[in-house]
């Protein structure tokens, strides 16, 4: 997995619930063509942030873990297709046709490290870390423009009261 350059934000999530609005509050800078890559462990909160990001998006649908369907597609403000990448080899992520969803639609990937290095670049990084067991940390990377646009944003969209600081 490349690591990027250092990473602009942090955010820690004290709860589902708080990862979950971590999610949401990206959901208002997201238009078609765009791609969050999330990244870090199973049972990190890859899955409950997409939840969050969906329910911001205005997405009817229940949002459950793609690792076996592969693909979910939200309708929403701007279409949402979620990925869940880790049961995918690299060979096959070539013929997923990516880059026909990103026509319409924004693209969330979870286990997002395996993303084609053209597409991981224009891509807003996200790294979950476990800190405890119901604490995460959530950083944020990007090198590209589009990337680096949607970083600023869900660092300024994320900064509400209720979003637990970095250092607090
Ligand atoms: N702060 C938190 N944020 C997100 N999930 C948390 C948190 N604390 C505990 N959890 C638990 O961690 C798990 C996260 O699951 P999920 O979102 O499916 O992870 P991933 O998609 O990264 O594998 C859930 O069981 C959830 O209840
Ligand atoms: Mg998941």
Request: proline share 5%.
């Amino acid at each position: 997995m490349t690591r990027l350059g250092r990473e602009d934000v942090a955010r820690r999530s004290a709860s589902v619930e708080d990862t979950e609005r971590l999610g949401e509050a990206l959901a208002p800078a997201l238009r078609a063509g765009d791609i969050v890559a999330l990244e870090g462990p199973l049972g990190a909160g890859k899955t409950r942030f997409v939840a969050g990001l969906a329910r911001g998006m205005a997405a009817k649908a229940r949002v459950r873990s793609p690792t076996y369907t592969l693909v979910n597609e939200y309708p929403g403000r701007v279409p949402l297709v979620h990925l869940d990448l880790y049961r995918v080899a690299p060979a096959e992520i070539e013929g997923l046709g990516l880059e026909d969803h990103l026509e319409s639609a924004a693209l969330v990937v979870e286990w997002g490290g395996k993303l084609p290095a053209s597409l991981r670049a224009e891509a807003l990084v996200l790294e979950f870390e476990i800190v405890s067991e119901t604490e995460r940390r959530i950083a944020a990377l990007a090198t590209s423009g589009r990337g680096r646009e949607l970083l600023t944003s869900w660092q300024a969209l994320s900064a509400a009261p209720s979003h637990a600081r970095e250092a607090r």
